[in-house]
């Protein structure tokens, strides 16, 4: 009889443990959608690789918990506007830009996705974002290196 319980009991733990791990959503990866103006994806250039380092040294390991949608325009200005728009299409967490016409292009593309954007030149005198202390929508200006801030002598 106790081995008829005990082995109920063990059946019980197992089936609501089952029922538990069905019920548990996995965790969603954040997903960054990123388009460079050059390179292809067998060769995806300096700037990615630079990306994928500060990724990693930030403890994000692509695959397991980020994920990177890249494009690549190749050269191709004009493909600018359609890789952003099925970048937002996927719905990613954020998009990060080095070239201005995909910062353009995002802009234009939505207002829900936060937007980086990685330049050396000035984004307030380009146009690209209102100013430094509020750049505007979803838009984050970042400089390629902190000595640019000051080389450039940018002000909000």
């Not at 292809?40 to 990693?56: E, V």
């Not at 902190?146 to 002598?153: D, F, I, K, Q």
Request: net charge positive.
């Amino acid at each position: 009889m106790k081995r008829k319980v005990l082995t109920l009991v063990l059946c019980f733990h197992i089936q609501m443990q089952l029922g538990f791990a069905a019920v548990q959503q996995p965790a969603r990866i954040p997903r960054i959608g990123y388009v460079s103006g050059s390179g292809d994806a067998k060769n995806p250039g300096t700037l990615i690789g630079a990306f994928r380092r500060g990724l990693r040294e930030l403890g994000y390991v692509e695959g397991k918990n980020i994920l990177l949608e890249l494009r690549f325009s190749e050269g191709n200005i004009d493909r600018m506007p359609s890789l952003v728009a099925e970048l937002v299409g996927l719905k990613v967490d954020v998009l990060v830009f080095h070239d201005p016409s995909a910062i353009r292009a995002a802009k234009q593309a939505t207002k829900t996705i936060p937007i980086v954007m990685i330049t050396t030149q000035d984004p307030v005198a380009t146009g690209l974002i209102a100013s430094l202390a509020r750049p505007g929508e979803m838009s984050l200006a970042l400089p390629d290196s902190p000595e640019s801030w000051v080389e450039n002598g940018w002000r909000s």
